[in-house]
């Protein structure tokens, strides 16, 4: 099945940093979307973005579908950013999502 | 988006009894149902796929007579976990889908704890 790569598994930075979190994913997809998960667990949809460019406040996202990757932008950091990122994906022909490990976001005050 | 509404949020049983779990989409009506769960620091795991008044399809290693899923109308899912032992404590969460290729939005999930 299709493999997602999300790099780095953890990233902590200062507040005010800007962070890049990248997505790599085996196979072609219909879509791919970006969540945050907040420490009860809810899942937060951040972007849904099979191609292109999106962006909403401080957040950006990038997925370059014919290279099979997407990367998430998140710039002036604040302590309410730190969670786990997932990046997850649609394949073709499935209607399953498949999730990455995640990026583990620490942001210090 | 789309409106989720997953219950109960925590739950503690005891081991050997069952659990159910409730998912509803409340603003719109789902034509299938998906189930993950999710261990500590880990990932969300794919458990089963549900179609509205069909069987679920259950993924590799997950016993379909322990993780009933029931999906009897188009805004509701339930799964019951039987006989629960305490390596089923985990974060159980839904995702009611609209149409294939849509987004993808999710329950706010259930921490089941069994001692």
């Known amino acids: 099945g299709i493999q997602v790569e999300q790099s780095p598994p953890d990233l902590i930075l200062q507040e005010g940093a800007n962070s890049t979190l990248r997505c790599n994913f085996s196979?072609?997809?219909?879509?791919l979307q970006w969540f945050h998960q907040n420490p009860w667990g809810q899942l937060i949809n951040l972007f849904y973005i099979p191609s292109g460019t999106k962006q909403n406040g401080r957040l950006s996202a990038t997925t370059v579908a014919t290279e099979r990757y997407s990367l998430l932008y998140i710039s002036s950091s604040q302590t309410t950013d730190s969670g786990v990122y997932f990046c997850?994906?649609?394949?073709?022909?499935?209607?399953?999502?498949?999730f990455g490990k995640g990026t583990r976001l620490h942001i210090l005050p | 988006g789309a409106v989720v509404s997953q219950h109960p949020s925590r739950v503690i049983c005891k081991s050997g009894t069952s659990v159910k779990i409730e998912c509803r989409s409340l603003d719109f009506q789902a034509t299938t149902m998906f189930w993950y769960r999710q261990f500590p620091k880990q990932s969300l795991m794919l458990m089963a796929t549900?179609?509205?008044?069909?069987?679920?399809?259950?993924e590799q290693g997950v016993e379909k007579d322990k993780f009933l899923i029931n999906h009897a109308s188009l805004t509701l899912s339930t799964l019951t976990v039987t006989s629960a032992h305490p390596e089923d404590s985990s974060f159980y969460i839904c995702s009611p889908r609209k149409a294939m290729n849509t987004e993808a939005f999710f329950g706010q999930g259930t921490r089941l704890t069994v001692v």
């Open positions: 549900s179609n509205e008044g069909s069987k679920a399809t259950y």
């Open positions: 196979d072609s997809v219909n879509n």
């Open positions: 997850a994906v649609n394949p073709f022909r499935d209607d399953k999502i498949i």
